[in-house]
Each structure stands twice: as structure tokens, then as C-alpha cells.
């Protein structure tokens, strides 16, 4: 059952705690994506990797961190420098930049 | 600056009626254009991908035409079901000598009423 999945679906943190949201894909894809969503907007990038141990900032990045360890997992730390952590947060990925992307089911975050 | 503009913000149509959603963009260089379908509270799926070239193309009762020379791009739903209550998000991307974007638009929320 090929795809791409990010847990978990719903979370809930206390404002000051850092929290890691997993993104994992098994379709042998080399680019991935993290976007965040907020109503009446369109997607935001903050993080974008295109090989295994390579990642770049987005249009907004500040207050995120990524790694990219493996190619099949890209999880995105949400810090507490974050200043309005809270949305819905998407990932995706593709064979390489600019082919067509699958999106995981998305995390939505709430901090209070 | 690039940029991509979706009309109406949203809309509300019968079952069974048609609609039009429309995409104008500025962006350059222009590599291709998508229209996603989002659910609330899931992730987009891929629609239709369109690159310079192609001016119309379709999947299923959803057809999608583009005019690279206005800018323009517009997405038609022909005789609506329930089902197809969800946002629709023009996407166009630019690859240019040493990066690629995906400029996204905010979306039509579609409402379908029985």
C-alpha cells in the first residue's frame, strides 16, 4: 500500500514546547515538501528537501527545523520560537522537483 | 512579484447545476499549472497538470482549460454531485536557472447543495 502518511492528525501542544510532526513516504520519492495552511490562504512553503541529508529554507521557515535522515521520513519540529504555531500542517513529495506531488492526509496543530 | 489569484472566494451551487472557477496568474517563468481538490481537513489531490502548450484537459466531469497568452486558467465542473463539495487550489509552477517555486492561490471553496 503505497503512499504517503503524516501522524499524528490532530495534536495539541502548550505554548514553549517543541513538537515533531512525522511525515514518512514509501513511493521512492526524492523531493519533499512541509507547507502550513491557514484559512484564506494559500499554501506556505518552510521547508523543502530534495535528496537524502540535503534541505532548504522556504518562504517561511523561521521558527521550524527539519531533518532528513532517510529518504523515506521528513519530520518537521515545530519550536517554541515558532510565534503562531498554529495551523494545518501538510507534507508532500514527488519523484523530483516539479513532477506531480502527493500530499499526506495532513497534522493539524493547535497550541495553546 | 509572482502571484496567482482565484475567483470567487467561494461559491454555492445546486446538485446537478455546473460552475466555472477561475485562475488569472503572474507568474514567469511559467513551467506548468495544476488544479488540486482539497477536502476539509486533507491534503490536495492532484486534478489536472497543464503545461504551455495544452489549452484544454480534462478528468472526469472536471475540465480544465488554460490561455497562456491572458493568463488565465479556469476550472468546469459539469453537473455537480454532493461529492465534489471541497476547495479547489490553482497552483502554477516556475522553474527558473537555479530554482523552482509552486505559487499557490487560496482556493475556491465549493459548496454543493442538494
Known amino acids: 500500500d503505497g503512499g504517503i502518511t503524516q501522524s499524528p492528525k490532530y495534536l495539541f501542544r502548550k505554548e514553549g514546547q517543541n513538537v515533531t510532526l512525522s511525515c514518512e513516504q514509501n513511493?521512492?520519492?526524492?523531493?519533499m515538501y512541509w507547507y502550513r495552511q491557514d484559512p484564506g490562504q494559500g499554501l506556505r512553503l518552510i521547508y523543502y528537501?530534495?535528496?537524502?541529508?540535503?534541505?532548504q529554507k522556504g518562504d517561511i521557515a523561521e521558527g521550524y527545523s527539519v531533518s532528513r535522515e532517510k529518504k523515506e521520513s521528513f519530520p518537521l519540529t515545530v519550536t517554541s520560537a515558532q510565534k503562531n504555531p498554529t495551523a494545518f500542517y501538510l507534507c508532500?513529495?514527488?519523484?523530483?522537483?516539479?513532477?506531480?506531488?502527493?500530499f499526506g492526509p495532513g497534522t493539524r496543530l493547535t497550541v495553546t | 512579484k509572482n502571484q496567482v489569484e482565484q475567483s470567487p472566494q467561494s461559491l454555492i451551487i445546486l446538485e446537478g447545476k455546473n460552475c466555472t472557477l477561475q485562475?488569472?496568474?503572474?507568474?514567469?517563468?511559467?513551467?506548468?499549472l495544476r488544479w488540486y481538490k482539497q477536502d476539509t481537513g486533507r491534503g490536495p489531490v492532484s486534478l489536472t497538470i497543464?503545461?504551455?502548450s495544452e489549452n484544454t484537459k480534462s478528468n472526469g466531469r472536471y475540465t480544465a482549460t488554460l490561455d497562456a497568452d491572458t493568463k488565465q486558467s479556469s476550472l468546469h465542473i459539469t453537473a455537480s454531485q454532493l461529492s465534489d463539495s471541497a476547495s479547489y487550489i490553482c497552483?502554477?509552477?516556475?522553474?527558473?536557472?537555479?530554482?523552482?517555486?509552486?505559487?499557490w492561490g487560496a482556493g475556491t471553496k465549493l459548496i454543493i447543495k442538494p
Open positions: 513511493l521512492n520519492h526524492d523531493a
Open positions: 497543464m503545461t504551455f
Open positions: 528537501s530534495q535528496i537524502v541529508n540535503d534541505f
Open positions: 497552483v502554477v509552477s516556475s522553474v527558473g536557472d537555479s530554482n523552482y517555486q509552486l505559487i
Open positions: 508532500d513529495s514527488s519523484i523530483q522537483p516539479g513532477s506531480e506531488q502527493y
Open positions: 485562475c488569472n496568474y503572474t507568474v514567469s517563468p511559467f513551467s506548468n
